[in-house]
Each structure stands twice: as structure tokens, then as C-alpha cells.
């Protein structure tokens, strides 16, 4: 398959299950739903060392949030209820109860239930105070600037985690190139998130490594530096690879993120030093979800 010049590698990108929620953070402006939101989400681009992987979903107008302010939907995902139960407490407590004007709430309605204020409200120390409007109970949190509005509880549903695509490039401005458009495009499709520090990610990653204490090491036949010193799948005019991981609330949301992120990139095309569009896999070991990239182009 070929894409105004740009080759679709016959291969495919392999995802596992995850859990999700959403959280939605209101602030006097966007501004600062933005702090709060960009903290909560920070070091959270792979569960191997930040324990989840988080990341703005999309800014919300004020006819969209819970108490008509602006506002910022926050998707985190972990490999399971208990240990997404913690980031979620850890970072509303540190990073959107600190944050001047936020406030907190559920943004997915049905499913697991975990704690969001309902243990934050503690911070109260006997002063919090809790609301029942329409089923849902709050609570109001004092604070110096005011007070904290925090919902009780979140939902966690089923997600998926570890979509992903590589750029090849024949420089490294070309290839980051490629990624700020193919970024750009998918940041339009809702429910999933690009964890990686602008949505990618320069460190592809394989299973395993020469050391022991490493459970993953640099992905060296995708490294241009190692051509003539590693079994590479490099041709010789590619000199830069990025990758863009995406997690989503399902497959199909991962499958139109790759779709419209990969016509971006290819829209660059040959002309502009793209070459190919590959993508990560273990052999259809690591998870049971298949993304084959010529089947999600065609």
C-alpha cells in the first residue's frame, strides 16, 4: 500500500486492556483549568514507570461543564480499577485541590465506581460539607481562595492501551513534522489521548534487553545510528523514526486516531522526506487487540 508516496508497511500495532475514566476540571478561565489539568496529567506517559498514562482529551465550553464554567476532560488509564483508583486520588489531591478556582468532576457516568472527592474531602478537616443535586452528591471542600467543589465518586469503564504508529523520515525535522500533523488531526477524535510529551515518543521501545534488571531497552532496528551494527529495518535514506502511542475508551476510537493521524502524516508525503508508516508489535504476544495498518488505510 502506498500513500502519495509514502509506504504502508504490511504490518500491524498491538494494544492490551486497560481501565479508564475521564475527569472533568472547571476553573474561573481556561487558563487555569489548563494548570490544573496539565498537572494532573503529568508523568503519566506509560504505566511501566508512572504507574498510568494520562492526557487532555479536549477543552469544554461552559454550556458543557457541570457548573457553566470552562472546563478540560482529563483521560486516565491504568492496568487495573485498584491502581487507577490511586493515581486518580493521588492527583486530584495534589494536583486540582491545590489548583486556585478548580473544581472536580466525573465525566463518565456509568460503570465501576472509584473514589474522586470522597476521600479528598477529608482535607476539610470536619468543615466539608456534602450535597445530593439530582442523584449525584458533591462536596464542598473550604479552602483558602474559597472553597473546593469535588464530585464523590468517578466511573471507570474497559479501555484499550498501547495503539500505536512510526513515522520513518529521512531527517529528523521531517519526521517531527509528520508527528506535529498527524497530532494535530487526531487530537480531533474523541476518547483517547496521545501520553507521549507533545503525543510522541523518540524511545520506541522492544521486550527485553542485554541487562537483567531492564524489562525493555531502545527498539535497535528502528534506531538510523545502529544500520551497520544491529539487524536493522532501516533502508538506507531513512535517518529519523518517531512513534505516536495512543490509548482510547475503545479499539474503534484507536482505529479513527490512527486512521486520520496517518493520512496527516502521509499528506506530507514523499516529497517531504516521508518515507514509510510502520508500526509496533510483539508478535501478537503483549495484548489481544490487532490494529493492521493496510486494513485501517484501505
Known sequence: MNINGVQIDATFAEAFPMRATRVVITAQNLKWA?????????????????????????????NETPDGRPGISVLIFAMGGKGLAKQVETRAGQCVLTAPTSALFAGIAEGEKIPLGKNLRFFGDGFQISKRINGKRYWRVPVMDGEFLCEDTTATVKAVGGGNFLILAESQPQALAACEAAIEAMKKIPNVIMPFPGGVVRSGSKVGSKYKALSASTNDAFCPTLKGQTKTDLSPEVESVMEIVIDGLTDEDIKKAMRVGIEAACGLGAQNGIRRISAGNYGGKLGPFLFHLQEIMA
Open 34 to 62: 489548563y494548570y490544573a489539568a496539565q498537572a494532573m496529567a503529568g508523568f503519566a506517559t506509560s504505566v511501566i514507570a508512572c504507574g498510568c498514562e494520562a492526557g487532555i482529551e479536549r477543552e469544554l465550553d461552559p
